[in-house]
């Protein structure tokens, strides 16, 4: 997942940043917040891998910083996009977050930084931004997809529940072409009947 929309530094202003900053959702592991100007170089660091843009739609290849500050503003803005840095305790390692740009069809996004791969992050952050969807917006489903040949991405949806809905062609940016891509959706009854699989809070 990612935004693009290229800008200066001085533009940023910290005041929108602190209106649009969400809830920080803290799970077992992980802290879920809103990226700021001082995750820049981080997130580049983590986001500049072929193999993390080849498995998510919007990140382009290679990533620069100018990238970063262009991904940081767009989410400064109160818009239809919800997202988060995935901190654990040696820092960020990857993003999670919410697309309600379509009415009705609200899409999970996530990655992580290779180095983190493995860990059950991606996971448990997914698991996180789903109890905040789910809490803050009255929708009945949420979406998600994974390229046919990421069955990591797939297991982490089936282990939050989502149910295979179909394969659909998407456009990936550092492909530069389209891709299969399976496609799976929970159901807010499905996630309230596995609701006990965290002690995810939100923090204020």
């Known amino acids: 997942m990612t935004f693009t929309e ?19 959702v803290a799970t077992e592991r992980l802290t879920l917040r809103r990226p700021t100007l001082a995750d ?8 500049n891998d072929r193999r993390v ?7 382009p290849h290679p990533y620069s910083q ?10 400064a803005s109160l818009g239809a996009e919800t997202v988060f840095l995935i901190e654990h305790d040696s820092g960020p390692v990857g993003m999670v977050g919410i ?6 069809n609200a899409e999970l996004g ?6 983190h791969w493995g860990r059950g992050f991606a996971t448990e952050a997914a698991r996180g931004a789903i109890d905040f969807f789910f809490e803050e917006f009255e929708d009945e489903h949420l979406y998600a997809g994974a390229r046919v040949t990421n069955p990591a991405s797939r297991n982490v949806l089936e282990k939050c529940g989502f149910q295979w809905s179909g394969v659909q062609l998407h456009r990936f940016l550092a492909l530069g072409s389209s891709t299969p891509v ?9 996630w309230s009947s596995l609701k006990s699989w965290s002690s995810a809070r939100r923090m204020r």
């Open 40 to 47: 820049v170089r981080t997130i580049a660091h983590l986001a």
């Open 6 to 24: 290229p800008d200066m530094l001085q533009d940023f202003s910290s005041a929108t940043l602190a209106e649009a900053r969400p809830s920080v």
């Open 99 to 104: 697309d309600c740009s379509t009415p009705g």
């Open 53 to 59: 843009a080849e498995n998510t739609r919007r990140l």
């Open 66 to 75: 100018d990238d970063a500050v262009a991904f940081i503003r767009a989410t």
């Open 110 to 115: 996530y990655w992580l930084g290779v180095a």
């Open 182 to 190: 399976d496609c799976f959706r929970l159901s807010r009854g499905v």
